[in-house]
T-cell receptor
């Protein structure tokens, strides 16, 4: 298996623009997670899905952020409008069974908002 | 908030065992201890987890004290590629959430 796939790997955009990050989880995994990592705040969970249903979005910073999982093999994290403080590395992770075992992380998307 | 305390940084000589401590004095009976690591510019990688008993896999060993208030991750023969930030995480059984603290920056020196 190719592991968790994220695209793009790097994104540079101007403030106010819409940004869409994409994730393909490992085939057969039932849970998907979006994390954000910054120097100041470390690695934070933004939202996670079980069987394509959002379970906990309490980590989503504000209404500018939204996430969807239209099917078991694809998820998006959208920021609109983007701001410089959104600059971070965004990781997607998936796990096989809810609440058990390990999460497998993708390589991340490095977002820079100027 | 993270429920664990780890040293900020540690050094280890290549080929020697690396012993990374973690304190989790408020751990409850149904909470597991997980270890992940993050090599520079990569996503976190699962290493090992345990509840009460010591665990070993191809990557590392996890030693949990009898009172479960602390644990040690052991990399038996550290290599330069083991240089990374190591995160000790307490996770409630059945919970999906991983709460990452600041971790320990392990540097393996030649």
């Amino acid at each position: 298996d190719a592991g968790v796939i994220q695209s793009p790997r790097h994104e540079v955009t101007e403030m106010g623009q819409e940004v869409t990050l994409r994730c393909k989880p490992i085939s057969g995994h039932n849970s998907l997670f979006w994390y954000r990592q910054t120097m100041m705040r470390g690695l934070e969970l933004l939202i996670y899905f079980n069987n394509n249903v959002p379970i906990d979005d309490s980590g989503m910073p504000e209404d500018r952020f939204s996430a969807k999982m239209p099917n078991a093999s694809f998820s998006t994290l959208k920021i609109q409008p983007s701001e410089p403080r959104d600059s971070a590395v965004y990781f997607c992770a998936s796990s096989l069974i809810a609440g058990v075992g390990e999460q497998y992380f993708g390589p991340g998307t490095r977002l820079t908002v100027t | 908030d993270a429920k664990t305390t780890q040293p900020t940084s540690m050094d280890c000589a290549e080929g020697r065992a690396a012993n990374l401590p973690c304190n989790h004095s408020t751990i409850s009976g149904n909470e597991y201890v997980y270890w992940y690591r993050q090599i520079h510019s990569q996503g976190p990688q699962y290493i090992i987890h345990g509840l009460k008993n010591n665990e070993t896999n191809e990557m590392a060993s996890l030693i949990i004290t009898e009172d479960r208030k602390s644990s040690t991750l052991i990399l038996p023969h550290a290599t330069l590629r083991d240089t990374a930030v190591y995160y000790c995480i307490v996770r409630e059984g059945g919970s999906e959430k991983l709460v990452f603290g600041k971790g320990t920056k392990l540097t393996v020196n030649p």
